[in-house]
């Protein structure tokens, strides 16, 4: 049975800047159900506003505090531990971290930084780590779906530098269970009734198989055929795409 | 007893363009010795050519027939495999692959390409890696000495591309046991009567040890503290510089 439902955004509600047919429409079905929804997401490509704008422009009715984000996490791990990263991430995420002290770099804060991934800026990067510097990683995902293709993630510039520098990261997106944690407590559920929806076979689906949820794979985004075999044990179901998963919870739902 | 000698350059006979102090006499002292030498270098910002020049330079006597370079060991598996690789590698490498064909990519060359190691150039690899390219790699190395500190190396980026398109890389250089055994045969020794010199304890000396020679870690070049406690057997030793190791080996020599 489903108390609780997390739901990654981007590969399952949309791709790119394009809704995926019929989820505005199930996500609402959904909503209506009044089971709890909070939205999970690694993306750092954007700020958190802007994802929850670009949400609104789709058609989704979704609210600002409901919307998780690996940042956010990465936000409050830097804040608690007072570390002053030098930022290998993305030029219109810097504002969610304007607040954060930049001198004298005891940390590194990676995310996806596109056209920031340079020699130079990962070599800096190494420079701090092999000096004891922690590594903050916003995900450890392989690629991503763009509008020309699959394209590489953070995740290999993350596995780089824990390689060159022989230093393992700290992740602060999913899969990190204390960020699947803080989403699920929010919604007053326990991890056993709550459901995470995803494209991303080991972020989403193994990632909350790990910590005691239920999972669906959804075959949009970045899916690749052959992706529901390497899920790692049978708590999951892969279906089409959002809509069915939608179609698949309703009846499922634990009605107080 | 020791019949042979393999030679890395970089971080034992000289740092940058700089040599160590009192190695060209030692090598002098070593090729009087008459043991067969060969230099094998996973160096890839350089040709061939340019790197045999340097040599001379720097006041060594080497055969250029005596070097042996991951460069050259990636052209012959190329060659002999019929690959047109995208090729993400230093702009100083390009004339050493001029012949080979780059009409339709099949294989991803990678080596250290320093700036060409952008976020385009590495989406592109990543595309043709998950279409089933394969990946060759000239080498795994994590860090290699600068004049101004150590440096992120091309194995970083080779694990990146591994990991992003979940494949493995084939090592052209050391410690591919192909590449120590071309050189070792060469000489006409076998592995067990070999020994090889270098600073880098995982490719020159674990790699070394993998395939049965004997091997030496110089605590010059990219040495750093401690890691001759990361050597893999008690058949290689730890010595200050070249110029130690010269010492160490003369004794050893299998005079026929």
Redo the contacts between chains.
Sequence with gaps: MISGILLDLSGVLYTEDQAIHGTAKSLLRLQQSGLPIRYVTNTTRKPRHKIHQQLLELGYSIDFNDLFTAPMAAHAYLLSNQLSPFMLIHPDLMDEFADLSCDNHNAVLIGD????????N??RA??LL?NGAPLIAMGKN??FMQQD?????A???V???E????TTAIITGKPDPEFYRSAVDNMGCDMQHTIMVGDDVEADVNGALAVGMQAILVRTGKYRDGDEQRISSDQATCVQDFNAAVDWILPRINQP
Tied chains: 1, 2.
């Design positions: 930084a596109d056209q920031g991934f340079t020699y130079n990962m070599n190494f420079r092999i392989r690629y293709g699959l394209s590489i993630d995740g290999a510039f596995t780089a530098l390689y060159a520098a022989d």
